[in-house]
């Protein structure tokens, strides 16, 4: 789905740690272009740490408030502070349940993007209220500290530490524990990949299924998108680079990251719950993206791929008004009945 260089197309410069060259990134959607060139007058495509305190304060417009959540009382809304992870502060969980729900409902444990640097449990929870409204859903949404006050591992295991007491107390929240699903974008789709993983491995509570929307998954930041996508679109390999870098610190790109960092490093995706990933063919996620479902076939599992052509990062959130965008939410919808069998 993505555009072939022509023959007449200059390759970028490569570096020398390049296999080859690395050609022009395939066009914008013509109708996402025109609503970029508006974004980009708030949201560079790269930023350096020094920024992160103004992109921060610029992050509180993307989020929502408690009446937008209760949808005129089709929501009761509350936030719990339920214990974290040993030795460290509570989490916190947003929690949005159908006023009219009778019996336990199946559950979105959702986790907020934002690059592992910015955001809360408010942001990006829209689109889960959505499918919750649709399909009769209760919406957990963790709040994890942020990096780089807070590196890793301490994202990953506040939003463990959330799950398994959401599973735990499943019955009190009208929750039916066998049918919960983990769900999240950008760096919360990586947290949501991470997380699948971390419940295998642990024995956690089982997940039915990973809403992996253009996940955050390699620190490695060296794949072709990533360097096609070099101070284009949303979210460049600068800014890439600033996010794992707040996470890792110098560790980020060596040898020893740990797959519940950056789940593109874990060696065994065998035994996973089914996945969504969609990713836009125009962005720096596209390839690690692309090979992370191939390696879930590859293990055996159960996975969907839509690479949607010409799409930005986050291109249905920022200009969820176009065509490709409501065809992109309205995928995932259709992917979630089917898992439900809703």
């Known amino acids: 789905m993505t555009a072939e260089p022509t023959a007449s197309a200059a390759p970028l410069d490569a570096s020398p740690a390049d296999a080859g060259p690395v050609y022009p990134p ?100 829209t689109e889960a209220l959505d499918w919750a409204e649709e399909l009769g859903l209760v919406v957990v949404s963790v709040e994890y500290r942020l990096a780089p006050e807070h590196p890793y591992p301490a994202g990953i295991e ?37 997380l699948a993983l971390l419940a295998r491995d642990r024995g956690g509570p089982e997940l039915i299924g990973q809403m992996l929307m253009c996940p955050m998954l390699d620190d490695r930041n060296d794949s072709v998108s990533a360097r096609q996508m070099a101070g284009r679109g949303v979210w460049d390999r600068t800014a890439n680079e600033s996010g794992w870098g707040a996470l890792l610190g110098e560790a980020r790109g060596g040898p020893d990251v740990s797959p519940y960092a950056a789940p593109a490093r874990a060696t065994d995706l065998s035994g996973l719950p089914p996945a969504l990933i969609d990713v836009g063919s125009a962005e720096t996620f596209r390839d690690e993206d692309i090979a992370y479902a191939g390696r ?26 176009v065509p490709i965008s409501q065809e992109c939410r309205a995928t995932r919808l259709r992917w979630l009945r089917r898992l439900l069998g809703a």
């Open 26 to 125: 395939p066009p914008f959607d013509p109708e996402l272009a025109a609503a970029l060139e508006l974004i980009g007058e708030q949201i560079p495509p790269g930023f350096t740490p020094e920024m992160i305190p103004a992109m921060r304060e610029g992050s509180v417009a993307f989020q929502v408030s408690d009446e937008e959540l209760q949808r005129n009382g089709a929501f009761q809304v509350e936030e719990r502070e339920v214990p974290g992870p040993d030795g460290a502060p509570d989490v916190s969980l947003l929690i949005c349940r159908p006023t009219d729900a009778s019996g336990p409902l199946p559950a979105v444990y959702h986790i907020h993007g934002g690059g592992m640097i910015l955001g809360n449990n408010r942001l990006g929870v």
């Open 296 to 321: 879930l076939w590859q293990a055996g599992g159960r996975a969907e791929l839509h690479v949607w052509p010409g799409g930005f990062h986050g291109f249905d959130g920022f200009a969820p008004q």
């Open 158 to 194: 506040d939003c463990y530490a959330g799950l398994v007491w959401t599973a735990g107390n499943a019955k009190e929240l009208g929750i039916d524990p066998d049918r919960m699903l983990v769900a999240g974008a950008s760096a919360g789709g990586g947290l949501a990949a991470a």
